[in-house]
């Protein structure tokens, strides 16, 4: 199907100026096809840009003198999701995981795999290996957690969302990563456009690794898998910022879009097994 | 029934001494008949004793001079536990509840029942009020924590035990707690001698306001609730440790015992309502 | 001096109705007299009154019918507080403080006294004990935290305050007590009315044991110590919140006064020893 | 100088066997040069073994049958470490930073830098920029923290360290990585054999990205910083783990070693800038 998205973001610079990272960009590669783009920085100054060899992720840095800073991206996107029978789908026990999966094996700031990896083994530990397992472990996050603006901030990890039982996007994220990760599956977070996401904002969702691939996962069933369009990825919510800033600025109201450009409306989750990573 | 219990703790205090406050006497008063007891101090030295008057908590202060410090403590204790029927009790909403109770519905070290309010309602909330809802907190946390010595230290909340899924009598203790008060059900904690329990050693259970007395529970399920002779009951551990030191000492091994003194022996964890309280 | 406070607070109580218990009032006795008082229910409905032997915290408590409820509360108060020289005021070795004193050495919910003792003693420990060492406390989290909204919430503990050096008057109180009990010295929470605290608002100080009685202290030398009407103490903020809500409700806007009604006009924050507890 | 270090480790597999990946020999590359090495694996067993491009971490990992299961590791590693003036040395501003070195600024799980930013900022934000502040941060941790075993665990964060105050090498390790990121500082985390370490064990310290290259830094002060040979790196120790086990096992004790086979030998440790990283 064929998106059109983007996103407007400003902020008010302070006297000092600042360094501004942000991963906004659409990804490349996979099946994810950038049919054409266009970014806009008002005022218009140099930045530098770069694609991270590992991930994909598109990073764009500018350094910004003070004033009112403005950066529209749009774009529009063919994704080519490859669509799964998800029962044919297996987990890859350790001895045979490609090396650059391992680190995404390990705990991270908000994926604390090692405190929850108890719970994780009792509650998950019997189901078959493969991709309904994961399947169950959004199951359970889906009925068992309340999504709730406001119950979390940035310094939320699983653990308190475990505990807490109320989260947002990135928690819930967290949280299925987090259990993978203690079952032994590499998982990692993705930032995305989300087509269908209500109200329309960066969405975040995660990618587990079975068979030959990374597919997409989103304990929160707030939008269709495939109509995600694919920012950043990595270990967790602290790589995949949209924005990261150095020095004193006022962020501004920003604004997400994502709307499909064809008839090929879905209009419901699904459960099939979706993968666009090119990696 | 009548028991026979009691204690040896030692410590070499270094140089510049100690002060120590011990809570090791089992408290008299309610059901827990005091027949007969013996305090040894080696070497003998002036000590203050004094018993709280809201808890019936007994404190033994002494200040050590350097070198082997010596406590013995032995005592006879006829129990004449209360025993109800389960169905019978009832929880008092909190426009009922005896001003006294209200502190036993905060927060506190071990117990932050405010960071598992969300699960404890999503958990137990639709079960029925009552005896058989504190019981069904018991059987939860029984089966979804391990009993695992190693796992937890003395900076544990029950929010970690939550997390971990494993811990000692006094962490099962806190999360019962926890979820209580988290229902709007006072709870204390309560350390003890307990028969039965192997290996010996202190115990640690926990009590829950319910109709118009303080019952006892034991989530670990590991000795008879009418075989357990109250030492101390506070907000959490914090306020229960047997022995709380000032300066610098050397603890030596302890041993604690509790015996059956008539031929009242029961063999098993039992479900009755028991208490023995005295207020 | 002679003060005038009071606070109107007010919840849209939803169906089903709420237990609600409030902690407003001023505490009587000690050297903080209640000339005259008024307490407007509104709609006027049955409530029960009582006062915590222990701390003399008066806890007002009624079940209200779902619809609109305010609560008006209005005092005048002689303070007569005790000015004592700070000089001449020690701290009481643990094996002479009075029982009573003893659970303000606990750690709770928000002041984790084991998790900083290493600290406390690293920083204070070499200074002389005394009231001059606590005061040296308040210098340092005056110094060394930053009084900032929106930096911390109601999970937020003094270990939380100490990594994040930011917080409000509850966040200084709490930090200022945990330093405390890790030198072995009782402290608790006390909220209050705070003449010239800007904006007006309840306040959160801390209660220090030192010489034969409880000293106030505040961190955050944002009012006079001896224009402070003490409401509610305890362990810490668990304890004193100025309403325990059961059921649904949503809060409407409160409003709270503390004014001076006599010429004895103090404009600075004051290095006193202050007190004016009863107990 | 030249080395000799090496390693033997040894598990007991319970029935079902182990996956187990290795991180236990000498990077290769930069001013590291292996002269010669020999791995050794009781019983012999397939084993499949990867270098990580991005870090050079070199990870061995088989699958090992019930029983018995030992590792021997020795190496001759000649170091040309690159010795520079601290003074000419400073930091890169974010809008340089090559793209590679932006992970090492993102909060990872033992090292939450967003946590102790305003801590950073306030202590050594006023510190001239460049190899003198990461040596001030080392200075601070030195001496602020305890090396004290038994006070740390698997789950400790850096933030847990900065309230505790006492630690081992990787919490010094992870305090600093907290510090400089915070700072905007890229730090990793980086496994050794340490010569003249004292007992010999695996040690941990970082390195921070200055000028156009990763220093060594270690706040613990306890070996020469040109006697390290880097086995891993990675955002913190989560990354740099000797052995990662998936599977039922019992570890036997292990021993490590670093003799120096030549004259070059250094009694102290240094503040000079010391470089050995190939990236």
């Given at each position: 199907m064929q998106l059109s998205v983007g996103c407007e973001i400003g902020y008010e610079v302070f006297d000092g100026g600042a360094t501004l990272i942000f991963n906004i960009e659409a990804m490349g590669g996979g099946r994810q096809h950038i049919i054409g783009e266009k970014l806009t920085i008002t005022p218009f100054q140099d930045?530098?840009?770069k694609t991270a060899e590992e991930t994909g992720n598109r990073y764009l840095r500018l350094t910004a003198a003070p004033g009112l800073l403005q950066i529209r991206y749009e774009a529009q996107i063919e994704l080519d999701a490859l669509h799964s029978q998800p029962g044919t789908i297996n987990e890859v026990p350790v001895a045979k995981l490609p090396l650059e999966t391992l680190p995404f094996l390990n705990p991270s700031r908000y994926c604390?795999?090692?405190?929850?990896?108890?719970?994780?083994?009792?509650?998950f530990g019997g189901i078959a290996p493969g991709f309904g397992r994961v399947t169950e472990i959004c199951n359970w996050i889906n009925a068992e957690v309340d999504y709730l603006f406001g119950t979390s901030d940035t310094t939320t990890t699983a653990a308190d969302t475990?505990?807490?039982?109320a989260g947002v996007c990135r928690d819930f994220a967290h949280l299925g990563i987090t259990f993978c990760r203690a079952l032994g599956i590499p998982a990692r977070f993705v930032s995305c456009y989300a087509w269908q996401l209500v109200p329309q904002d960066f969405h975040a969702v995660?990618?587990?690794y079975l068979g030959d691939r990374w597919y997409l996962f989103d304990a929160t069933r707030m939008a269709a898998l495939d109509g995600m369009v694919r920012i950043g990825c990595g270990r967790d919510a602290a790589d995949t910022a949209f924005a990261t800033i150095y020095g004193a600025v006022n962020p501004l109201p920003i604004r997400v879009w994502s709307d499909a450009l064809d008839g090929d409306i879905r209009q419901e989750w699904t459960t099939d097994a979706v993968s666009v990573s090119r990696n």
């Amino acid at each position: 199907m064929q998106l059109s998205v983007g996103c407007e973001i400003g902020y008010e610079v302070f006297d000092g100026g600042a360094t501004l990272i942000f991963n906004i960009e659409a990804m490349g590669g996979g099946r994810q096809h950038i049919i054409g783009e266009k970014l806009t920085i008002t005022p218009f100054q140099d930045s530098d840009e770069k694609t991270a060899e590992e991930t994909g992720n598109r990073y764009l840095r500018l350094t910004a003198a003070p004033g009112l800073l403005q950066i529209r991206y749009e774009a529009q996107i063919e994704l080519d999701a490859l669509h799964s029978q998800p029962g044919t789908i297996n987990e890859v026990p350790v001895a045979k995981l490609p090396l650059e999966t391992l680190p995404f094996l390990n705990p991270s700031r908000y994926c604390p795999s090692d405190q929850l990896a108890r719970f994780a083994n009792r509650q998950f530990g019997g189901i078959a290996p493969g991709f309904g397992r994961v399947t169950e472990i959004c199951n359970w996050i889906n009925a068992e957690v309340d999504y709730l603006f406001g119950t979390s901030d940035t310094t939320t990890t699983a653990a308190d969302t475990f505990s807490m039982r109320a989260g947002v996007c990135r928690d819930f994220a967290h949280l299925g990563i987090t259990f993978c990760r203690a079952l032994g599956i590499p998982a990692r977070f993705v930032s995305c456009y989300a087509w269908q996401l209500v109200p329309q904002d960066f969405h975040a969702v995660f990618e587990a690794y079975l068979g030959d691939r990374w597919y997409l996962f989103d304990a929160t069933r707030m939008a269709a898998l495939d109509g995600m369009v694919r920012i950043g990825c990595g270990r967790d919510a602290a790589d995949t910022a949209f924005a990261t800033i150095y020095g004193a600025v006022n962020p501004l109201p920003i604004r997400v879009w994502s709307d499909a450009l064809d008839g090929d409306i879905r209009q419901e989750w699904t459960t099939d097994a979706v993968s666009v990573s090119r990696n």
